[in-house]
């Protein structure tokens, strides 16, 4: 199956979004194409579609997660010790 991909699409998001359309589409549209767009519809909604006649098929939400950061301490000094 190939997947096209709305040039809106943040780039850090595609390897994810590849991964639910592979998960969730096991055959080719009913018209017979076997090739999905993926578009953004707002800021948090991605529709997938059949490029051909444009049967949805799901829709993802983005949700931003906050990562924390890990400080520094003790790995400097696990890494001045092995000096």
């Not at 709305?6 to 590849?18: A, E, M, V, W």
């Not at 991605?46 to 301490?73: A, M, R």
Request: aromatic residues 8%.
């Amino acid at each position: 199956m190939k997947i096209i991909f709305d040039p809106d699409i943040p780039r850090n998001l595609i390897p994810y979004i590849k991964q639910a359309i592979e998960e969730a589409i096991e055959e080719p549209c009913e018209c017979g194409c076997d090739e999905v767009y993926a578009s953004m519809q707002s800021e948090n909604n991605i529709d997938v579609k059949c490029y051909d006649c444009g049967t949805s098929y799901f829709e993802l939400e983005i949700e931003e997660v906050e990562v924390e950061e890990i400080p520094e301490g003790p790995s400097s000094t696990v890494d001045s010790m092995k000096k």
